[in-house]
């Protein structure tokens, strides 16, 4: 579709949806390298992000899928309050240029087993309590509270989005 001439174009928005726990964060990497550049090219960015506060010694599974990386919490992120770790990522945010930044913390992100878990459900796993199925189940949870906030946020002042990115906590760009 064209714009009707001297029309005024409207804007180009981009959703970054990030999704994970705390002690994996690195937003950084998404502000620099996804937000920033989107907003150069013309976009209105909103920055969105879901995280499970529950630490990973009192978490039933490790939250590194290959235990072999050797992977650490981040040092930037993991010590921080709730208030702390908040404040540090929403202006993080808006400084890279975000138009709206918000964030919903969990303090632990509950599951219930499906009615009818068949091993066709199970992402081919043996059973419903397999540490890849819980997390994956997490995840999918974490990304329905984040996009609920997303539409509420949105609702009744006419909001679309051209573009929707859903991310990871740990993703490195």
Do not use: C
Request: no cysteine; proline share 5%; aromatic share 10%.
């Amino acid at each position: 579709l064209h714009a009707a001439a001297g029309a005024a174009e409207l804007p180009r928005r981009l959703a970054v949806l990030v999704v994970g726990i705390r002690e994996r964060l690195y937003f950084q990497t998404t502000l620099r390298h996804v937000v920033t550049p989107a907003v150069r090219a013309g976009y209105e960015v909103d920055y969105y992000m879901a995280l499970n506060w529950e630490p990973s010694g009192q978490m039933s599974m490790h939250p590194w899928s290959q235990h072999w990386l050797g992977g650490g919490p981040n040092p930037e992120t993991s010590n921080l309050t709730v208030a702390a770790l908040r404040d540090k990522v929403i202006r993080a945010a808006v400084h890279y240029g975000a138009r709206r930044a918000r964030m919903l913390l969990f303090e632990q992100v509950s599951i219930a087993s499906p009615p009818n878990a068949s091993r066709k459900r199970l992402f081919g796993r043996q059973t419903f309590n397999h540490v890849a199925v819980t997390n994956v189940l997490k995840r999918l949870r974490q990304t329905e509270a984040l996009w609920g906030l997303v539409l509420a946020d949105t609702e009744g002042v006419a909001e679309y989005y051209d573009r929707v990115l859903l991310t990871r906590d740990d993703i490195f760009w």
